[in-house]
């Protein structure tokens, strides 16, 4: 028999019903990892090389196989200071970015000493289009890719500043670059770096899911006797060429614009992304 009891119950339990899909339907979902590197092609990137035009990849310096991003020197007769970077199609201003990178091989001839093993995620940049013929380096900050040389200490996601300084703990730092307190890959092995770009406040380095360094108030260099720059909220995001052959297996971000007007939700966005330690897979 259908009891007076059993209605109740089932009332209650199509109330929780309710609530419950409202709850899973209205909650925010968990940010997603965009590709910016395809696997397949230079598509959505744009090559400089010092010397070269823009989107002139000079000797195929940046090229895919096997999926990889590959950065090649094979057909350089010598490096002769041919610094290049390989920037992405837009800026970005609040993410997180993550790489996944080794190095390979030799250095080519006529890399300098301090480029061996050595590669570099420019962000905060200049627009591509605004570089020199002849320049070197995008004013930019560069969270410093490393790889150890087999002996010595030789941390990696440093941070150098071509063009650009910051504050740490209310101090402006003008030197070129400031080390992280990560450990040494020696190797061909894969390593994971992150960086938590949050516009012109904070920005946080990890390694395989450490923090290594966090600093804020990354800026210009100053003009006219002031000692403080312009303060950087945006900008373009590159990868560099500096003469020793590496591989991208990963370029991918996540896009925090849309939580950057609410700081509380950025703040539990931010919590929940780095709670999760993601490591690279050799």
């Known amino acids: 028999m259908f009891t007076y009891p059993m209605l109740k119950n089932l009332v209650l339990l199509s109330l929780l019903f309710i609530v419950s899909g409202v709850a899973v339907k209205t909650a925010d979902p968990r940010p997603e990892w965009e590709q910016l590197f395809n696997g397949k092609d230079l598509k959505d990137w744009h090559p400089k090389i010092r010397y070269h035009d823009l989107d002139d ?6 090229r895919i196989e096997n999926g990889l991003l590959e950065i090649r020197y094979d057909q350089y007769d010598k490096f002769d200071e041919r610094y290049g ?6 800026p970005y201003s609040h993410y997180l970015i993550g790489v ?6 030799d250095q080519v001839k006529g890399g300098p000493g301090w480029a061996y093993r050595n590669n570099g995620i420019m962000f905060h940049g200049q627009p591509p289009e605004t570089m020199k013929k002849d320049q070197d380096f995008p004013n ?3 969270a410093q890719l490393l790889g150890g040389s087999g002996s010595g200490e030789r941390p990696t996601a440093n941070l150098c500043t071509p063009g650009t300084q910051f504050e740490r703990d209310g101090k402006i730092i003008t030197q070129h670059c400031t ?6 890959f020696n190797g061909d092995q894969w390593v994971r770096v992150e960086v938590l770009v949050l516009a012109d406040s904070l920005v946080i380095h990890y390694v395989n899911g450490e923090e290594v360094m966090r600093y804020e108030k990354p800026q210009t ?10 303060f950087l909220k945006s900008g373009s995001i590159s990868i560099q060429s500096e003469s020793h052959p590496t591989d991208f297996r990963k ?3 996540i896009d925090l614009e849309p939580y950057a007007k609410d700081p509380k939700k950025l703040h539990d966005v931010v919590e929940k992304l780095m709670s999760e330690k993601r490591v690279a897979k050799q």
């Open 221 to 230: 260099d100053p003009v006219k006797g002031q000692k403080e720059g312009t």
């Open 140 to 142: 930019s900050m560069e």
């Open 251 to 253: 370029i991918e971000i």
């Open 179 to 184: 080390n992280s307190n990560s450990k040494t």
């Open 85 to 90: 970077h390989l920037f992405y199609k837009k």
């Open 57 to 62: 990849n000079f000797g195929n310096t940046f």
């Open 100 to 105: 996944e990178y080794r190095f390979v091989g």
